[in-house]
């Protein structure tokens, strides 16, 4: 058994039927095939009996004074020779037989009233005799039968009760097979549900499951609501350290504007390029404690809706650079990513694309990766990492803050993913995020 047929549940139930149907046919098979054995030889000894006291009841003396039997037996296979029942009368003298004994067949004596296994002309018999008294005459009676008889009916028994076995063990298989479907079929479901909760459609698993199953769920959804709420007092406590050193800073900021109106340029400028440096790493871990949240649901985001939305979002914010955007998504591409943290993601290499771009942009996809390139300068392989960094930008004079690689970067990691940057066939940059 292989490993994952090991750890399937329906693989072991399967096993486990299969094995029981097979040893409960085989053992009923023994068990009828025997008692019906017993039940059968018991049955052929009786008819002998009765044939044999039956043949005791013929045995007469004539006029003159010989041993006959006055009529025929019941059974008119005694009347066929070699049908395989026999009988046999000896004594005073005289040896009488039925007609279906070859006259130079004989049947040997037995002791009184127990049944002995011999050979009649070479065939095996059963046979029993009895010594009796026949107006003074002693005379030994033996009735006797062909084994292959007994045989032969066993025989045919076994084999009709053999299909009649496999008949049964195949409808007894079908049977679990279809118990085991529909007692998996709370599984099935509960795999569903599981997807729809990585899929992002749903943020708990139902609880219409079995009995077996509902502490699993409760315990689950329990750990899911956990997880939500300690997000959203991460986000909510996050956002309100912000408002509280932005407050501050913001008067900050306007007293190094007093200190330059009144002429101490140098201190004024030294506050204000703190100042900038404290707005960008509020706005970093600002935008990573939002965005970095919900990894643990597995969720994953169809690519091409929300890349729709992010287009149309940078052409607004970028309408006076005529760029061409070029978009090769499979269709029903998803990745494992929360919508919101894919969807800062992809601005962030689009916003920097538009930005850098000359005249060009391509977005395509793949299986667990998504890149977009540009055709403007690119970035030197000796500056790529220093990009990565809080508030690096390479050109000044080009609007930004310097966080939309270093965010993006950090995303990645949360998602053990990667960013790699490298050059673009189109000549500029080409930016991957691989999951």
């Known amino acids: 058994m292989t490993d994952t047929a090991h750890n399937s549940l329906k693989a072991r139930l399967v096993t486990g039927s299969a094995v029981g149907v097979l040893l409960a046919m085989v053992m009923a098979g023994l068990f009828i095939g025997n008692l019906y054995r017993v039940h059968t030889i018991d049955r052929y000894q009786t008819e002998l009996d009765h044939h044999l006291g039956e043949l005791i009841a013929q045995i007469a003396i004539d006029p003159q004074n010989r041993v006959h039997v006055t009529r ?4 008119p296979q005694f009347t066929v020779l070699h049908s395989g029942l026999y009988w046999q009368v000896e004594g005073a003298g005289q040896r009488l037989h039925s007609a279906s004994l070859r006259p130079d067949a004989r049947l040997a004596a037995g002791p009184d009233d127990q049944w002995l296994s011999s050979r009649v002309a070479g065939q095996p018999v059963d046979q029993r005799s009895a010594r009796i008294m026949v107006d003074g005459r002693p005379l030994i009676v033996t009735i006797a039968s062909d084994k292959r008889l007994l045989d032969e009916q066993i025989g045919k ?12 063990g195949l409808a007894l298989l079908g049977g679990a097979l279809a118990m085991v479907h529909f007692g998996l079929s709370p599984v099935r479901r509960l795999g569903k549900d599981v997807d729809s909760l990585r899929n992002g459609e749903t943020d ?4 219409d499951v079995p009995t077996e199953f509902a502490p699993i769920v409760e315990s689950f959804n329990a750990m899911l609501e956990g997880q ?3 997000i959203t007092r991460a986000r909510t406590e996050s956002g309100n350290l912000a408002h509280n050193l932005r407050t501050p800073l913001a008067l900050v900021i306007d007293e190094a504007e007093q200190i330059r109106l009144g002429g101490n340029h140098r201190s004024a400028d030294f506050l204000l390029s703190r100042c900038r440096a404290m707005q960008l790493q509020i706005d970093y871990h600002l935008a990573r404690a939002s965005a970095a949240g919900t990894r643990g649901a597995g969720t994953l985001t169809e690519v091409a809706p929300l890349l729709a939305q992010i287009l149309e979002a940078m052409r607004r914010l970028h309408a006076d650079r005529a760029l061409s955007v070029e978009i090769d998504i499979p269709d029903g591409l998803r990745l494992p990513c929360d919508r919101g943290d894919l969807a800062e993601i992809l601005s962030n290499l689009i916003d920097n694309a538009f930005k850098w771009a000359f005249s060009r942009i391509v977005v395509s996809g793949g ?13 030197p392989p000796k500056q790529r990492a220093a990009v990565l960094g809080v508030g690096v930008r390479l050109d000044p004079a080009t609007p930004g803050s ?5 965010a993006t970067f950090d ?16 000549g500029g940059l080409r930016a991957e995020v691989r999951f």
Request: charged fraction near 25%.
């Open 402 to 406: 310097g966080l939309g690689l270093a």
């Open 228 to 230: 939500a709420q300690f």
């Open 411 to 426: 995303l990645m990691r949360v998602y053990d993913g990667q960013l790699l940057l490298d050059v673009a066939p189109e």
């Open 204 to 207: 708990r698993l139902g609880n």
């Open 367 to 379: 299986h667990r990766y998504v890149e977009v390139r540009d055709d403007g300068p690119g970035i």
């Open 157 to 168: 028994f076994r084999v009709d009760l053999t299909l009649s076995m496999v008949a049964m």
């Open 72 to 75: 025929p037996l019941s059974d």
